[in-house]
């Protein structure tokens, strides 16, 4: 399958921990990036590889993978983290990028 | 580390043709491979086309396959979008972005702000 799966919508009180999830059969072969796209912003990379955070990235935020599912937990959400959150990960042919449908996190 | 800008969105009929460049700069542009991902209004991601840093491999999704070509020129640090064949449903943000490899692992980074292509008559 080509395709990555995310839930359209989480939702997580201010200062608790919530877990947003992507599946795909590739991601038994590759690890997944994610990406937090603010309304009417460029999505900003904010997980990368195993577990990797770029520069500026709060410490909060954390990335896994077991078998066809890698998630992003972000640990003491805050309000700014209110957003969308999109996964990605190469196809199972290896040559094609697939984006996840993007996950949409209300902080409460 | 690095800024990609894109241009060359406008409003163009549908059977169009339309070519978008991204110009970088703060990154050794020629080291990486680059990307088109793009989104229509209020819809998510899509990923478009890539191409390696020598141009050897570039590679689309179905949908576009045929009718854009993704190209590059090292020299003046830009990617384009050679658009042809235009849909109403290629409507979107168009972004442009730089991928990092490392083995199994790929990463979109940094981005541009994006540039709007409109389809319609």
């Known amino acids: 399958s080509s395709e990555l799966t995310q839930d359209p919508a989480v939702s997580v009180a201010l200062g608790q921990t919530v877990r947003i999830t992507c599946q795909g059969d590739?991601?038994?072969?590759?690890?997944a990036s994610w990406y937090q796209q603010m309304p009417g912003q460029a999505p900003v990379l904010v997980i990368y590889?195993?577990?990797n955070r770029p520069s500026g990235i709060p410490d909060r935020f954390s990335g896994s993978s077991s078998g066809n599912t890698a998630s992003l937990t972000i640990t003491g959400a805050q309000a700014e983290d209110e957003a969308d959150y999109y996964c990605n990960s190469r196809d199972s042919s290896g040559n094609h990028w697939v984006f996840g449908g993007g996950t949409r996190l209300t902080v409460l | 580390e690095g800024q990609l800008v894109e241009s060359g969105g406008a409003l163009v009929q549908p059977g169009g043709s339309l070519r978008l460049s991204c110009a970088a700069s703060?990154?050794?542009?020629?080291?990486?491979?680059m990307s088109w991902v793009r989104q229509a209004p209020g819809k998510g991601l899509e990923w478009v086309a890539n191409?390696?840093?020598?141009?050897?491999?570039?590679y689309y999704v179905d949908s576009v396959k045929g009718r854009f070509t993704i190209s590059r020129d090292n020299a003046k640090n830009s990617v384009y979008l050679q658009m042809n064949s235009l849909r109403v449903d290629d409507t979107a943000v168009y972004y442009c972005?730089?991928?990092?490899?490392?083995?199994?692992?790929?990463?979109?980074?940094?981005w541009g702000r994006g540039t709007l292509v409109t389809v319609s008559s």
């Open positions: 703060g990154l050794t542009f020629s080291r990486y491979w």
């Open positions: 590889g195993k577990n």
């Open positions: 191409v390696k840093q020598d141009e050897n491999e570039k």
């Open positions: 590739s991601l038994r072969s590759y690890y």
């Open positions: 972005v730089r991928i990092q490899r490392a083995g199994t692992t790929d990463w979109f980074d940094p």
